[in-house]
C-alpha cells in the first residue's frame, strides 16, 4: 500500500499537512477583530471601572475590591458552564460549533457593557446590588461570547505557525482596542469632568463598533479541524480534562500571570495620576502599546519558529518582571513611564504565544481520550484566567486601601502612594515571576505537539476516514508513551 498522501487528502481526513493548514489574511484578521470587540467590554471594564465605582458612583475602594473579587470570581464559574454549552451546541446552518454564540451572543454583551457603567444613585446599598447584578451579567455574557470565540482558533487550523499567527492577530486587536481607548478616553478623567456622561456615551458608541467587528469576524473566520464527536457529553468533556497536565501547568501559570497584569492595569491610571501627577501620559503608554504591538507583530511567528513557544513566554515574562521592578522603584516619571513600556514589551510577547500553547493543550487532551472537546478545555483555561483577573483587581484595590487611598483628593498622602506603587507594579513583577517559574517546567514542546498531532490524523484514517497512514509515526512504541516524556527528534 502506498503511503504517499495528496494535500486534498490531507484536508480531508485532517492530517497536519502545514499547506492544507494555512489560512488566508482575511481569516486572520478577521479572527483579530473579535478580541477588538470583546475588548470593548474587557479593557473598559479592566482600566476604568474601579474609577467609576470609587470616583463616579461613589463606592468605597474597599467595598468595590470585594465586588471586583467575587464578581471574577462568579465569571470564573461562568466560564465552565459557557464550556460546557459550547461542548453540546453544534449548528451547521449557522457555521459549527463556536461561531453561532459569536453570531447571537455579541449584542447583549454590549448592551450590558452599557448597562454596568450606568449606576443610579440609589444610596450605597443600592448602588452595591445594581453593581453586583450587572457586573455579574455582564461577565456571563462576555463568558458566552469569549469562550467560543478562543475556543475557535483551534477548530481553524492545527498548523502551529497559523495558529501563532491568530494569537497574534487576537493580541493585535486587543491591543489596538485598548491603546485606543486609553489614549482617547483616560485624558478625560480630570477632577471635575463630568465622568457619568463620559462614559455613558463611550459605551453606547461600543455597542455599534463592537457589533460591526463581531459580524466582520463571524463573516471571515471558518470551523476547518476535523472532529469525531460535534455534541460532546459531560463525561467526555471532562475525561479530556483528567491526565491533561500541560493545560493544567498552562492554567497554573496563566492564573499567576493574569494576577500580576490585572493588578497592574487596574492601578496605573492611579500611579500616573496620583503619584506623579502625570494622567496626560496615560495616553502615551496607551500610544506606546499600539506602536509596540505593530512591532512585534511580524516577528512573533519567527521567534516561535526559532525559540518555541514555551521559551517565547518565559522570555517574555522575565523582560515584565524587571520592567515592574524598575517601575516600582522609579523615583520619577522618566523612570517610571520607560520601565512600564518595557514590561508590557515582554508581557505583550506572552500574551501573543499564550493563545496558540492553550489550542495545543487541545489536540493533547484528544490524544489522550479520543474525542476533541475545545469549548471545556478553554472553559478551564479562562476559568483559572478569569480568577487571576478577580485576585489581580482585588489586590489592586486593597493595595490602594490599605495605603489610604482618598478618591478624589488632589494630593494623596506618601501611604497611599506606596499602596498605589506596589499595586502597580510590585504585585506584577511577584506573580508574573511566578508564572515563569511554572512554564519553565512546561512539557508540551512544540516538537512534542507536532509528534501528537501526527498521531490523532493516523487514528482518525484508521477508523476510515482515508485511506492512507503516515507509517512512521504511528509505531506502537510512540503509542505506548505520554508524548511529554518523549526526547525530541534531532534537528
Same mark, same amino acid.
Given at each position: 500500500?502506498?503511503?504517499?498522501?495528496?494535500?486534498?487528502?490531507?484536508? @480531508?481526513?485532517?492530517?497536519?499537512?502545514?499547506?492544507? #493548514?494555512?489560512?488566508?489574511?482575511?481569516?486572520?484578521?478577521?479572527? *483579530?477583530? #473579535?478580541?477588538?470587540?470583546?475588548?470593548?467590554?474587557?479593557?473598559?471594564?479592566?482600566?476604568?471601572?474601579?474609577?467609576?465605582?470609587?470616583?463616579?458612583? #461613589?463606592?468605597?475602594?474597599?467595598?468595590?475590591?470585594?465586588?471586583?473579587?467575587?464578581?471574577?470570581? /462568579?465569571?470564573?464559574?461562568?466560564?465552565?458552564?459557557?464550556?460546557?454549552?459550547?461542548?453540546?451546541?453544534?449548528?451547521?446552518?449557522?457555521?459549527?460549533?463556536?461561531? +453561532?454564540?459569536?453570531?447571537?451572543?455579541?449584542?447583549?454583551?454590549?448592551?450590558?457593557?452599557?448597562?454596568?457603567?450606568?449606576?443610579?444613585?440609589?444610596?450605597?446599598? #443600592?448602588?452595591?446590588?445594581?453593581?453586583?447584578?450587572?457586573?455579574?451579567?455582564?461577565? /456571563?455574557?462576555? &463568558?458566552?461570547?469569549?469562550?467560543?470565540?478562543?475556543?475557535? %482558533?483551534?477548530?481553524?487550523?492545527?498548523? +502551529?505557525?497559523?495558529?501563532? @499567527?491568530?494569537?497574534?492577530?487576537?493580541?493585535?486587536?486587543?491591543?489596538?482596542?485598548?491603546?485606543?481607548? *486609553?489614549?482617547?478616553?483616560?485624558?478625560?478623567?480630570?477632577?471635575?469632568?463630568?465622568?457619568?456622561?463620559?462614559?455613558?456615551?463611550?459605551?453606547?458608541?461600543?455597542?455599534?463598533?463592537?457589533?460591526?467587528?463581531?459580524?466582520?469576524?463571524?463573516?471571515?473566520?471558518?470551523?476547518? $479541524?476535523?472532529?469525531?464527536?460535534?455534541?460532546?457529553?459531560?463525561?467526555?468533556?471532562?475525561? !479530556?480534562? @483528567?491526565?491533561?497536565?500541560?493545560?493544567?501547568?498552562?492554567?497554573?501559570?496563566?492564573?499567576?500571570?493574569?494576577?500580576?497584569?490585572?493588578?497592574?492595569?487596574?492601578?496605573?491610571?492611579?500611579?500616573?495620576?496620583?503619584?506623579?501627577?502625570?494622567?496626560?501620559?496615560?495616553?502615551?503608554?496607551?500610544?506606546?502599546?499600539?506602536?509596540?504591538?505593530?512591532?512585534?507583530?511580524?516577528?512573533?511567528?519567527?521567534?516561535?519558529?526559532? /525559540?518555541?513557544?514555551?521559551?517565547?513566554?518565559?522570555?517574555? *515574562?522575565? $523582560?515584565?518582571?524587571?520592567?515592574?521592578?524598575?517601575?516600582?522603584?522609579?523615583?520619577?516619571?522618566?523612570?517610571?513611564?520607560? =520601565?512600564?513600556?518595557?514590561?508590557?514589551?515582554?508581557?505583550?510577547?506572552?500574551?501573543?504565544?499564550?493563545? %496558540?500553547?492553550?489550542?495545543?493543550?487541545?489536540?493533547?487532551?484528544?490524544?489522550?481520550?479520543?474525542?476533541?472537546?475545545?469549548?471545556?478545555?478553554?472553559?478551564?483555561?479562562? /476559568?483559572?484566567?478569569?480568577?487571576?483577573?478577580?485576585?489581580?483587581?482585588?489586590?489592586?484595590?486593597?493595595?490602594? =486601601?490599605?495605603?489610604?487611598?482618598?478618591?478624589?483628593? !488632589?494630593?494623596?498622602?506618601? &501611604?497611599?502612594?506606596?499602596?498605589?506603587?506596589?499595586?502597580?507594579?510590585?504585585?506584577?513583577?511577584?506573580?508574573?515571576?511566578?508564572?515563569?517559574?511554572?512554564?519553565?517546567?512546561?512539557?508540551?514542546?512544540? @516538537?512534542?505537539?507536532?509528534?501528537?498531532?501526527?498521531?490523532?490524523?493516523?487514528?482518525?484514517?484508521?477508523?476510515?476516514?482515508?485511506?492512507?497512514?503516515?507509517?512512521?509515526?504511528?509505531?506502537?512504541?510512540?503509542?505506548?508513551?505520554?508524548?511529554?516524556?518523549?526526547?525530541?527528534?534531532?534537528?
Amino acid at each position: 500500500m502506498s503511503t504517499t498522501v495528496t494535500t486534498r487528502e490531507k484536508t @480531508k481526513v485532517g492530517l497536519p499537512d502545514y499547506e492544507s #493548514g494555512k489560512l488566508r489574511l482575511r481569516s486572520i484578521v478577521g479572527y *483579530g477583530a #473579535g478580541d477588538g470587540a470583546n475588548n470593548l467590554a474587557f479593557s473598559t471594564a479592566t482600566m476604568f471601572l474601579l474609577v467609576y465605582y470609587t470616583d463616579v458612583a #461613589g463606592i468605597t475602594a474597599a467595598a468595590a475590591g470585594t465586588l471586583l473579587l467575587v464578581v471574577r470570581i /462568579f465569571d470564573a464559574f461562568a466560564d465552565v458552564i459557557a464550556g460546557r454549552i459550547v461542548d453540546r451546541t453544534y449548528s451547521r446552518r449557522f457555521g459549527g460549533k463556536f461561531r +453561532p454564540f459569536i453570531l447571537f451572543g455579541s449584542l447583549p454583551l454590549l448592551v450590558l457593557s452599557f448597562l454596568t457603567f450606568s449606576v443610579p444613585q440609589i444610596g450605597q446599598t #443600592g448602588m452595591l446590588l445594581y453593581a453586583y447584578l450587572t457586573y455579574a451579567a455582564l461577565g /456571563f455574557a462576555y &463568558s458566552m461570547v469569549n469562550i467560543p470565540y478562543g475556543s475557535l %482558533a483551534g477548530a481553524m487550523t492545527q498548523n +502551529p505557525g497559523e495558529r501563532a @499567527k491568530l494569537g497574534t492577530a487576537r493580541t493585535v486587536g486587543a491591543a489596538v482596542v485598548g491603546a485606543v481607548i *486609553g489614549i482617547v478616553v483616560a485624558p478625560m478623567l480630570k477632577p471635575g469632568a463630568d465622568l457619568q456622561f463620559i462614559f455613558t456615551v463611550m459605551t453606547l458608541s461600543f455597542i455599534v463598533i463592537g457589533m460591526g467587528l463581531y459580524l466582520f469576524t463571524y463573516f471571515t473566520t471558518k470551523e476547518r $479541524v476535523v472532529r469525531t464527536v460535534q455534541h460532546v457529553s459531560t463525561r467526555q468533556s471532562f475525561a !479530556t480534562l @483528567k491526565g491533561n497536565r500541560p493545560l493544567l501547568m498552562l492554567c497554573i501559570a496563566s492564573l499567576l500571570s493574569l494576577v500580576g497584569m490585572l493588578s497592574s492595569s487596574t492601578a496605573q491610571i492611579y500611579f500616573l495620576r496620583d503619584v506623579f501627577g502625570a494622567l496626560n501620559l496615560y495616553a502615551v503608554l496607551s500610544l506606546s502599546q499600539l506602536v509596540l504591538i505593530f512591532v512585534l507583530a511580524p516577528f512573533v511567528p519567527a521567534i516561535v519558529r526559532r /525559540f518555541g513557544k514555551r521559551n517565547t513566554f518565559v522570555a517574555g *515574562g522575565l $523582560v515584565g518582571v524587571a520592567g515592574n521592578v524598575v517601575a516600582f522603584l522609579a523615583p520619577s516619571v522618566a523612570i517610571a513611564l520607560p =520601565a512600564m513600556i518595557l514590561a508590557m514589551v515582554g508581557l505583550m510577547l506572552g500574551g501573543m504565544v499564550i493563545w %496558540a500553547i492553550e489550542a495545543d493543550t487541545v489536540e493533547y487532551g484528544e490524544w489522550k481520550t479520543g474525542v476533541r472537546a475545545e469549548g471545556i478545555t478553554y472553559a478551564l483555561f479562562s /476559568f483559572t484566567r478569569k480568577t487571576g483577573q478577580a485576585v489581580g483587581g482585588a489586590l489592586a484595590a486593597y493595595a490602594l =486601601a490599605i495605603g489610604g487611598y482618598v478618591a478624589g483628593a !488632589t494630593t494623596q498622602t506618601v &501611604s497611599a502612594e506606596w499602596g498605589i506603587r506596589a499595586g502597580a507594579a510590585l504585585v506584577p513583577a511577584i506573580f508574573i515571576l511566578l508564572s515563569v517559574i511554572v512554564m519553565m517546567f512546561y512539557p508540551l514542546t512544540d @516538537k512534542v505537539h507536532a509528534k501528537i498531532v501526527a498521531e490523532i490524523a493516523a487514528r482518525r484514517q484508521a477508523q476510515g476516514l482515508g485511506d492512507e497512514i503516515a507509517p512512521d509515526l504511528t509505531t506502537s512504541a510512540f503509542r505506548s508513551q505520554d508524548p511529554t516524556t518523549l526526547r525530541p527528534p534531532a534537528e
